[in-house]
């Protein structure tokens, strides 16, 4: 059984990462995000609270994403563990975690905010069909234009420099000091985030004595 939590700023490769761990480790990948994307998608009592929050400029409540994850992680369907993505959010939280769960470790992904900003501000999603692009990393075969519709692809709506900034640091005064606890209590392995995907997940099974990473076209070949 293997616990741990994956934590790092919006951009830094988190959700990349997690789901690497989780597919080839039987780890159940527990993103706060999709969580909330799959109430708001499916109109539930909870997506419908977080759209009336949303469209008020706030943002989702600690206590409510604390709700989300108790519940979640009371499913007990983790029989080989699970990495947490977006939790906790803040002290108290994060000292609950600690007593509840016997972790196994805290990944903490490092990016500096001008990598953020370079990275967050490539984005580019199709307004036709809902794609994901980033003009760094994945870019579109013909610029401007959807691979796999042909749609508009535009810009998020909150992926402004102003709107970054404020999210930015928003995280810097949350997350930084649920780091800090965490790095007190000797949990916590700082990745450089800034390299490519293969060599971070390279470098998290290394520093957490884990197997070895091998991407899947090798591993079908050997
Ligand atoms: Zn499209």
Known sequence: MRKYVIMGVQGSGKGTQSALLADDLDLVHISVGDIFRWHVKHHTKLGAQVRRLVAAGELVG?????????????????????????????????????????????????????????????????????????????????????DVCGGNLVTREDDTPDALARRLADYHSKIDPVVELFKRKEYVMTIDARADKATVQRAIRTRFNLPPYLPSDARLSG
Do not use: T
């Open 62 to 146: 600690d206590d409510l994403v604390e709700d989300v994850v108790k519940d979640r992680l009371q499913l007990h369907d983790w029989n080989y563990g699970f990495i947490i993505d977006g939790f906790p959010r803040n002290r108290r939280q994060a000292e609950f975690f600690l007593e509840s769960y016997d972790l196994d470790g805290v990944i903490h992904l490092d990016l500096p905010d001008d990598e953020v900003r370079r990275r967050v501000l490539a984005r580019r999603l199709c307004s036709r069909c809902g794609m994901d692009y980033n003009l760094i990393a994945h870019r579109p075969e013909v610029e401007g234009r959807c």
